[in-house]
């Protein structure tokens, strides 16, 4: 059974940092950040490949940094300068080479920036 775990979310002033991790029972070809706010649509947020490559939604660009260590199957959001507006239940996300779409999913972390 494939399991992903989210931990490291909480509350934080604007302009402060965040750091999430998500560690998983298995390696993914592309592990990625999602977050979704009350209302709103699930948003892609970051992503990063086995070999290390890596893609940013443009509003977090310059802030956020993702990163996994394939060792320990897990990966992590580096969330700095973090606005109210980043705040969001944060998913991990898993996606096995050759799928074209995320195929397993975590119980996500509450991110919450007061301003």
């Known amino acids: 059974q494939v399991q992903l775990v989210e931990s490291g979310g909480g509350l934080v002033q604007a302009g402060g940092s965040l750091r999430l991790s998500c560690a998983a029972s298995?390696?993914?070809?592309?592990m990625g950040w999602f977050r979704q706010a009350p209302g709103k649509e699930r948003e892609f947020v970051a992503a990063?490949?086995?070999?290390?490559?890596?893609t940013y939604t443009d509003s977090v660009k310059g802030r956020f940094t993702i990163s996994r260590d394939n060792a320990k199957n897990t990966v992590y959001l580096q969330m700095n300068s973090l606005k109210p507006e980043d705040t969001a239940v944060y998913y991990c996300?898993?996606?096995?080479?050759?799928?074209?779409?995320?195929?397993?999913w975590g119980r996500g972390t509450q991110v919450t920036v007061s301003s």
């Open positions: 996300a898993g996606q096995i080479r050759g799928s074209s779409n995320y195929n397993y």
């Open positions: 298995g390696s993914f070809y592309r």
């Open positions: 990063i490949t086995l070999s290390g490559g890596t």
